[in-house]
């Protein structure tokens, strides 16, 4: 393996003609510069140099590792500067996944704290509901998540979760439903059909339901919230939709009353142990900061 700093040595003599004036750039002495050129004509088993009187040159073989060495040299200094921006928070580009209320809710106010704070971070927004996003987490597709996550629910081997908001549930019903007496009792739409949403939604309803001592007939399933409300607004069913759902869309056509003790737990989303890089952390910072305003 070639020694970078016998590397430099030599781009260093090309570019400069003689070994002091080589010496003079790096801040070494004459002997070190002669020392590294010796020993990387050793480790190449090329011969590098030709002396020509009191100085030296290079041969055919020595211009082309020069040549190589100066592009080698700038794509790591361009590296380490962009090691550097990052790292001090100046640059960067994150991709965050987020389920669909989040990132219609608590995304477009997070990303505007970013650029208050690091505006020269960039977020790239994927749009997934938690197990994809965990399973983007661990293919190195996404740097974190914005999830969600319901009472008794596991989350996947090696993630690391912050919960950052309790969002209640509240079930939705057509307008003209009276749900302003009293908290709400489930077991009073016993009979009623049921709009449910995706499958971790779907399992939450159930055990709800199965608390209230029924089971629920679930007449439609949608992962929009948007149709949801539509289908309920219709008179097809009642359904239970979190709050962030309601702030992104809300169906003038349905009334709404939060179920007492019903709620998910919102996450900030990792993979792996930290810590993290720079830009991640500041992006979870602000993240959190919104969530929990």
């Keep these: 393996m070639i020694d970078l700093r016998r590397l430099e040595a030599l781009v260093a003599l090309h570019r400069t003609g003689t070994v002091s004036a080589a010496a003079a750039r790096l801040h070494y002495g004459q ?27 290079l041969t055919p073989d020595g211009e082309l590792l020069a040549r190589r060495g100066e592009e080698i040299l700038a794509l790591l200094a361009r590296a380490e ?35 208050e704070r690091h505006p020269g971070i960039g977020l790239d927004l994927i749009e997934a509901e938690p197990p994809e996003a965990a399973a983007m987490l661990r293919a190195g597709t996404a740097d974190l998540a914005l999830t969600f996550v319901y009472p008794g629910q596991t989350e996947p081997d090696g993630v690391t979760v912050t919960t950052v908001h309790e969002d209640p549930l509240y079930l939705v ?27 971790r939604c779907r399992s939450e309803l159930l055990a709800l339901c199965a608390d209230a001592g029924f089971a629920p007939e679930i007449a439609f399933a949608s992962d929009d919230y948007v149709a949801v409300q ?64």
């Design 31 to 57: 002997p070190t510069v002669s020392h590294h050129l010796r020993r990387l004509e050793a480790e190449t088993g090329s011969v590098l140099l030709q002396r020509v009187g009191r100085g030296l040159r």
């Design 81 to 115: 500067s962009e090691l550097t921006a990052s790292t001090s928070l100046q640059a960067g580009q994150i991709r965050l996944a987020a389920f669909p209320s989040a990132a219609a809710t608590l995304v477009p106010a997070a990303v505007t704290l970013l650029h």
């Design 173 to 199: 019903a057509p307008r003209g439903v009276d749900l302003s007496t009293g908290p709400v009792d489930l077991a009073r739409f016993a009979d009623t059909r049921w709009v449910t949403g995706c499958e």
């Design 230 to 293: 539509s289908l309920v607004a219709s008179g097809l069913g009642v359904t239970l939709l979190p709050g962030l759902a309601l702030r992104a869309h809300r169906n003038p056509d349905v009334v709404r009353r939060a179920v007492p003790g019903a709620a998910r737990r919102i996450q900030v989303t990792t993979y792996g142990a930290p810590p993290h890089p720079a830009a991640v952390d500041a992006v979870a910072a602000v993240l959190t900061e919104v969530a929990r305003a």
